[in-house]
């Protein structure tokens, strides 16, 4: 059952999380990912220390939806 939560994922491309069977491993378990995924060119997994204005848009962009 696919629940209606706002979700977002945000990835350094330089994390092996940012590859994209995994981007599509957690979009097939949350299909309302799809659409949602930013991808931060010449970043890796602490994404958060360099570009912390951008995170904090996202995160407000994804409240404003609750």
Do not use: Y
């Not at 299909?31 to 204005?53: D, T």
Request: proline content about 5%; glycine content about 8%; charged content about 25%.
């Amino acid at each position: 059952m696919v629940q209606k939560i706002g979700v977002r994922a945000i990835c350094g491309l330089w994390d092996p999380s940012a590859k994209s069977e995994v981007i599509e491993q957690w979009i097939t378990n949350l299909p309302q990912l799809k659409g949602h995924v930013k991808i931060f060119k010449g970043i890796g997994h602490f994404i958060e220390e360099i570009k912390p204005k951008e995170i904090a848009n996202e995160i407000i962009k994804l409240a404003r939806l609750i």
